[in-house]
């Protein structure tokens, strides 16, 4: 067979097999769809163009597609009480399909998303007008391209866990989110940390994994003792 | 004067300025070391050598050395009630230095901190041996050069956020940690996030923010409304 | 001429010339293999459009063409009996076009070839169902995209020669294919050599190199003398 | 002759060649500090090495050095009345070689020059105590290393010409200076351009070419007609 | 929302946001053109496609397209006194779309601009023939892909602030604009800074804040004081 | 005007501007084609596609296209007799466009030219049967793709100069030709010097300055005194 | 503990943990070679100082030292009866280093070896004189700098497993070996695979894992059923 | 052996192996020295250390050591006829180390070699005084470093050959050379060919190259037939 199901990947991170749709054949895709959907959890596709969701729409009637971020949701009845607090925001407009992807992930995960989007460094007042929001956030996810400076300013003014993403937007010299990589990984504020280059998803699986272990060390009290 | 003190970064950030000494003077750094000592709370230099080290030890004669992390800690009698897990992994004995600044870090920011050295892919029975120590931690930091598959192969099996660090350890095509810093980007698994090459500073910080966050949540009980 | 067949090489080599498709004009292509077919052998063509194929069949109607691979193997009858086993592994669904180049290619130059896809590292315990398999083999060719950690845990556990085959799987930070190259070349395990990213085509032929050697060993009886 | 001392550069450009003693030999140096002299102008060599100095102090008893810059300034008489308002900005403690390179640049070069150092991005509000002096400058020089996003926040706030230094402050995927470089070079703030990695004379030489191109204009009255 | 438009940057800058296309929704970019109209001040987008601005002619029937520069002007009967000189020279005739974009900027934004283009190294003389032009302008902007040699030519020949911009013009070790924006970085000339890779709009309101700040300066005399 | 002829190329180089046809459009194109027309010279312009021949032809009805190597031909009547011997040679067939390139410049800058295409190392008899060709060369171009190692074979052989032109033939570490250029760039034999990737305009010119040179030295016996 | 011994190693892989001394500390070594005696097999260290030398000697007064090489190599009576025939070849002089290093590892691991060195593409008559060492060969090891031809041309001419060795010999745009590594990783011969720059012992494993399957199959004759 | 002496050199390509002595002991670099000497010819080591330089001097007393360049020649009686005109030009003092290599290596094969030098593009003027050099010379070897324009003026302006030797020279975004190697390989000026990064020795052999056939063309009359 071409995919080999990774079906102790729930118990094992609390969520199944998140399907990734470029280079597959859409045959692949629908196939793997419907193995996963037989352990009846909410199932991701990311990545997916709008002809991929046209023919898993075909086996999951209810799938729900967002054309920006490019991702597929299967709800299965899953998950209704939310348990982290994510905050997602971006530096430009231009980032917003990778923004909609990680804040997907996170919600479809089980967390509360809230979102500031377009508040990058080039005009200072605009982030000013979010502290509410920051302080309301468990996790902040970050994105930007071109310099990716909006990390810093965030990690320099917030005392939650900050993932930066870097974009792929831009031209010349940002070398296809390079620029904004590098920003990222050198930046001399402290508590952040990095994803791949435009890897939403990512950024949404890592605060997913924070937000579990908060919610579990408060459930088990594990943590006082 | 060459330095601006960020005064308010504890109560930003939970910790005060952390003393990067590569790249200034003795002079530039005692009279740092002079201005934090001030706040009454802990101080960490990094990338400190030995005679920045001896310079420092004459203002605060109990300041402690670590030779492999290169880093000084100055305990002025706080933060005695350790918070949260924090586990470090090394891939092999060279990454040791790396992992040892991100062991101090997390420590001297309040954390109790374990270690699992010298477990990397190649031999991937000694990985299994650790499972226990995996259970236990809140955080996982993982440190590895060259190729950086560990923090893949830990992404895997554990549910924990994980902090990757890539080293300089190796040579040729490592490219001095690029080989294992693309690596670590790009890893099929999820739940890891990752800091710049060598920087075990970053890692142990960002873990902080993660095991801090936990326990606000879990006492302030706001997580659960 | 615009190309001078190398008649010599399946007397140096054991195999005739292979047809790197990409980048010739169909007539050129066409040419050189109505006079490979002048041999009498095998004929295999690499990286050949379905254009370019249905071209091909009007010359060799029992031309064959494996869409995945993008491979077109002539058969004249030749090579029945089967000398080496080769095991071709992939991490991922995405890198089975590679994985199939290389199947096809040690195939059509004489070995047994067996497959165990979609095996990565973020699932550990997909790969320990192989363990038979991978006893089978003399040796084995591991395709890998993004981080390319797979040939060092397959390293770490088997005794056969490993090639390792990095591809353009992935994004961002993959860097086409660069991630998972530098990644094998740092592999930390031995036994492992590496070919250009998507060489599906030169693991294939390396391993027939070493089978065929094998078998020429084992025949002479040369190496025990 | 291993040197051809550009006479007219003064009549083009203003001001002499200056001496850039990286890569030269002390003849070569002490050569072209005395064939300059004869112009009866101030001489600035940049990249000078302590012992280079001592020998260009025994022609020129006078000369001053400043070791931080690695500057030595020969004055002869000349400009006394300063024309321009250039002010200095670094983001670190480390920066300070590349900007005092720059301080001493344009001050030579006949400017008033302020600083303002070590009010990088992760901790702004050191930043807002500096708008009186950003109100006061004509030119603004920004110095900065690792991520480099100063320059942004300047070009944000600032309506003057911002010229940003990337400095190779920093380790790992720094680059020496790379990832500084590229974020300065895609900044999303407009009225900002770049030039070399540690460049700081370049900046305080075009800064100059800035405030002189004012000058000229506002005396000529050029300007209005 | 999606975009969160910076209404002080007129205030702060002299201009309002200009609007990068490249990237955008088309409803995204007609929903910022429309809310930026507000303001009664000229706008400008650049990196549109002809079929973007057919969109935003719908809404502003007297916006005007640049096919080469690619960008849209809607002017709102602003601006009339010019105050600048900007010169925008270009190496060869390939680079005239950047080279337009840097005209179109500096001209909305209130400057006089003239043109010398195709005046590249590899004919000097071509060079020589503008000499007079170079002598009317406050600002120069140079123009050029391949190795980029223009820039210092010019920087050794004029006095005025250079604003140097790479192009992607070129093929092969070109890489896309390296060559010429590492090239320009390099520049052995003095009183040249560099924007981004195909950076027009970039190059435009640099020269713009330097003269604006000309005029500042000649207006409140204060520069004398 | 978008572009200005240099009328003197031909008094200082012997033959007039080449057109460098991408990223011009075909009204630039035919404009430029128009003017170099009235110098009564043979006219040559490179990377053109068969549209831009179609407009070129309108002009001129003996215009003749190599659809392989993208080049237009005006002949003007001149340069009949044919200074110079330069061979050709290429690694593969897919080096051919290249090749092609170089051969149609090195002919209507006047030389005779012949070719040995196809000769890579891979196979080395076949290069051994050309050893009559390399003898009668003056110049030698050299056009060879992937590892780029053809160029340092010949000129372990041959005496004469080699021209190294890298092409970006190829596919993954290939990078474009990255590969090859940096092999013919580190090439151990000696005589041997490299143009840019692709570049067969550039390696046919600098054969044809040689053997003008050499004609010129022969002429005027300039040599012997 | 810093270090853990993979005692597994011997039956995996045939052969115990080799020890990496580069980025050791003395004390590790030292104590990791005496934890390796304990299995009672050869012992090796590669990239090992004199210094690292003096001190496992007063441990193990028999080990022996290449000072080429920089290898530790501690016999303890196994492995007399030799099984493979390992060929190592050098371009240059100054490969000497890497090539000595491969010769020791496959050497210690139980293979006969011969060596051909400074044979490289320059003077191909040099490389024809090794045409019967070559046929001797079970597996071929081409250590080779600069444009890293080398193994091209031998993967032409002989039919067993060739295994490339890219060094870091040459200079500038060598880029410390990257430019032999492309070169080998685009190698238009086949049979050809791959180890990272400079490294010896990983070319010396491979061979020894071919050479040790060759064994295998020809005393068990598994191969033939 | 370590070395195999390439005797048929000087049939092949006139001049006998030089030696490379970086990355050579001082008994391997003696050795082939004392062999070559066997030939009667004149020889010549390059990168040689002045301690090289000593150990050489014992065996021939009469050797000469250029420590600019870094050179030995050993003469012994040959060619006292000159046949070619080489001019090297340098555009920075700091490029004569490269410069002289070049020259060294012109003049040991038999050329007459002129210079000048620090005439690079941002003083125009110094250049056009050398154009009676200019016009004497049958080949041009351009040294420059930093953005490495001088070749493309110079380009401009010749008609003969034009060797480009980008150096080192520089820092930050110069990246050891890279920048002024891009730069040459992307002229916009043709009849210009490029070596490697600071190899002055290239230059020098492959000017020679051309000056080779110039005589053999002129004496054998072979070019007019
Ligand atoms: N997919 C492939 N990747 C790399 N090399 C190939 C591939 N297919 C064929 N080749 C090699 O390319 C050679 C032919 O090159 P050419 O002369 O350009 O047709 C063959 O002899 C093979 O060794
Ligand atoms: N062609 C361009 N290149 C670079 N930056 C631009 C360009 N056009 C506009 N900008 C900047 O991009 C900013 C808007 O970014 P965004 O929020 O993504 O729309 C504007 O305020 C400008 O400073
Ligand atoms: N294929 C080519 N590759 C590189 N340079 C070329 C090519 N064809 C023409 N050129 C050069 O490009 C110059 C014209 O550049 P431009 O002014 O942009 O048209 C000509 O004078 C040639 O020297
Ligand atoms: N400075 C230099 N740069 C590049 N190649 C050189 C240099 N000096 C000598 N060579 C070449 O290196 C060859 C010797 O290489 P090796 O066998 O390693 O000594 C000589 O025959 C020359 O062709
Ligand atoms: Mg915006
Ligand atoms: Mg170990
Ligand atoms: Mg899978
Ligand atoms: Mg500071
Ligand atoms: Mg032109
Ligand atoms: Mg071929
Ligand atoms: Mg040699
Ligand atoms: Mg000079």
Chains 1, 2, 3, 4, 5, 6, 7, 8 share one sequence.
Not at 8 to 15: A, M, N, S, V
Not at 93 to 104: G, H, M, Q, R, Y
Not at 166 to 187: C, E, I, K, Q, V
Request: aromatic residues 6%; contains cysteine.
């Amino acid at each position: 067979g071409f995919a080999v199901i990774d079906h102790h990947r729930t118990l094992r991170k609390g969520f199944p097999e998140v399907i990734f749709c470029q280079g597959k054949t859409i045959e692949q895709i629908v196939w793997i769809f419907s193995k996963l959907g037989e352990e009846n959890r909410n199932i991701l596709g990311t990545r997916a163009s709008m002809e991929v969701f046209l023919s898993v729409q075909k086996l999951y009637p209810a799938a729900i597609y967002n054309e920006l971020a490019r991702t597929i949701v299967v709800s299965q009845g899953e998950d209704s009480n939310k348990t982290g607090n994510v905050l997602v925001m971006s530096a430009g407009t231009t980032d917003l399909p990778v923004a909609e992807e990680a804040a997907v992930t996170a919600e479809v995960m089980g967390n509360h998303v809230r979102k500031a989007y377009d508040v990058g460094v080039a005009g200072l007042h605009r982030l000013l007008d979010k502290l509410e929001l920051i302080r309301w956030a468990h996790v902040i996810i970050v994105v930007a391209g071109m310099e990716g400076a909006l990390p810093s300013v965030i990690g320099g003014l917030a005392d939650q866990p900050v993932i930066a993403v870097p974009t792929s937007t831009g031209y010349g010299a940002s070398f296809n989110g390079l620029s904004a990589l590098l920003g990222m990984l050198n930046s001399c504020a402290s508590g952040i940390s990095v994803v791949n280059i435009d890897n939403g998803f990512g950024a949404g699986a890592m605060a997913n994994t924070i937000t579990r272990m908060i919610e579990k060390v408060a459930h088990e009290d594990k943590f006082k003792k």
